[in-house]
């Protein structure tokens, strides 16, 4: 390619009424007395989890209009690809939890080559196909002909996406008594605290935060009870329930002990404890990350629906 296109950076842009847009940044190098417009510029986008494994096609990502590259100098253009919800879990399915994800991008376009006339007007002396990788800059100097995101920068964009964003959890703010309302707010700004570690890509802290919020509506085990929520908030969910009701919901909040416990468990496999020595550890992952934080921010959401709806019915 008489113009070489090297990878600078990339962001998400939202325009109302589409899907976010995944935008490239691409250096254009034009060291020819010439000035180029590229007219069409568009790329084949595949993802894969390692150099060798970049196989999977994601899109394609187009310029949005004309690009002028002066003799001798360099621009920004930018490449935008739709990324749909789809798109962000394939790319998440392939990631896996690693610490990077490779991208090529295979561009096809059309320049022109054009001079300055007698009258110094512009004119088209001819066209010319742009094929081949957009390159990208290695540590030792060189290029390769793929894209590598730091795992860093992917999350932050999947802040902006809000992809792995938390469901609020409303509370029931009105005639819950104010022990089980603040029990309930500290698991609230626990998953908060879990969100906020996950976007700062620290997976443990995102899993030690989860259980955190778990730990504030539950008791730990005893040696004739295992972990179970905990015994105000379910007497204060059986006392608000109707009559005929109330065997129903006590089996219900026996059910989710039972959930809530393995869950606590499930979490604490990932969080090292001097006490407990002989415990495997295992670090977590992004994934495990999300899941925990998902897990733990529908069990409060759960237990937080029934309370307030509980709270309706004894108020009609």
Avoid at 28 to 45: A, D, P, R, T
Avoid at 277 to 289: G, K, Q, T, W
Wanted: hydrophobic share 40%; net charge negative; with cysteine.
């Amino acid at each position: 390619m008489a113009l070489s296109f090297v990878y600078k950076d990339l962001e998400i842009r939202k325009i109302v009424g589409e899907s976010p847009k995944l935008c490239f940044h691409l250096k254009v190098m034009n060291e020819s007395n010439e000035e180029k417009v590229i007219f069409k510029l568009s790329g084949q986008v595949n993802i894969g989890p390692r150099p060798a494994e970049i196989r999977t096609f994601l899109g394609v990502c187009e310029s949005g209009a004309l690009d002028i590259i002066p003799a001798n100098k360099e621009e920004i253009i930018h490449l935008m690809l739709d990324m749909s919800w789809a798109k962000v879990k394939a790319i998440e399915d392939i990631r896996r939890g690693t610490s990077e994800i490779f991208f090529t991008i295979y561009l096809e376009g059309i320049y022109a080559n054009t001079h300055e006339s007698k009258n110094r007007e512009l004119e088209v002396s001819s066209f010319d196909l742009i094929r081949g990788p957009a390159k990208s800059y290695q540590h030792d100097g060189t290029t390769a002909d793929y894209i590598i995101i730091k795992r860093e920068e992917w999350v932050n964009l999947l802040a902006e996406l809000k992809y792995g964003e938390v469901k609020v959890i409303e509370l029931p703010l009105a005639l819950v008594p104010e022990p089980i309302l603040n029990e309930l707010e500290t698991a609230r700004r626990g998953i908060e605290g879990a969100l906020r570690k996950y976007r700062e890509n620290d997976s443990l802290g995102c899993v030690v935060m989860a259980r955190n919020a778990l730990e504030a509506i539950t008791e730990p085990p005893t040696t004739q009870k295992k972990r179970r929520i905990k015994e105000t908030i379910q007497k204060y969910v059986i006392e608000s329930a109707p009559e005929a009701l109330k065997d129903h919901i006590s089996n219900v909040l026996d059910k989710l002990d039972d959930i809530s416990g393995r869950s606590y468990d499930f979490l604490s496999k990932f969080v090292k404890e001097p006490p407990v020595p002989e415990r495997p550890y295992h670090p977590p992952s992004n994934i495990d990350a999300e899941f925990s934080m998902h897990l733990v921010a529908d069990l409060i959401r759960y237990l937080t629906n029934i309370i307030d709806r509980f709270r309706e019915l004894k108020t009609n």
